[in-house]
C-alpha cells in the first residue's frame, strides 16, 4: 500500500491521518505542503495519528522529524498516537520518543494537544 494522509482540520488542532508505508522523502511531499499550508493559517497543534502506517522506515522518520520542527520552530506541538509495536520499536532504537510526545488515545492527544 502506497503512503496516503488525510488531513481533519478543527478550530484548535489538525488531525492528520497517516496510511500506508512510509519509506522515502519523496513520498512525503505533498504532506509537507499541507503542513506548511496549515502553519500558514495559524494552525500550530497537530496529532499525527499513525493508525494506518503500516510501515515506516529511517527516511519516514525523518520526515516525522522535519514535521516536529518546523511545527516546534513555530511555536507549536505535535503528539503521536495508536502507534503499532513495531513503530515503536524503532522510535525507542532511535531514541526518538525523547522528543515526540506519545498519547495512549485520540481521546489523551486531543488533552495534552489542547493544554
Request: charged letters at 20%.
Amino acid at each position: 500500500m502506497a503512503f496516503n494522509f488525510e488531513i481533519n482540520t478543527l478550530l484548535e488542532y489538525a488531525e492528520v491521518k497517516l496510511e500506508g508505508k512510509l519509506m522515502a522523502k519523496s513520498e512525503a511531499t505533498n504532506l509537507m505542503v499541507a503542513i506548511d499550508d496549515l502553519l500558514h493559517q495559524k494552525i500550530f497543534k497537530f496529532i499525527l495519528n499513525l493508525e494506518d502506517l503500516q510501515y515506516l522506515n529511517s527516511s519516514g522518520l525523518g520526515c516525522l522529524v522535519t514535521i516536529l520542527t518546523k511545527v516546534r520552530n513555530e511555536g507549536g506541538e505535535v503528539t503521536l498516537v495508536n502507534i503499532s509495536d513495531k513503530i515503536e520499536q524503532l522510535m525507542l532504537i532511535t531514541k526518538l520518543n525523547s522528543i515526540f510526545h506519545v498519547s495512549q488515545n485520540i481521546e489523551e492527544a486531543i488533552h495534552y494537544i489542547k493544554n
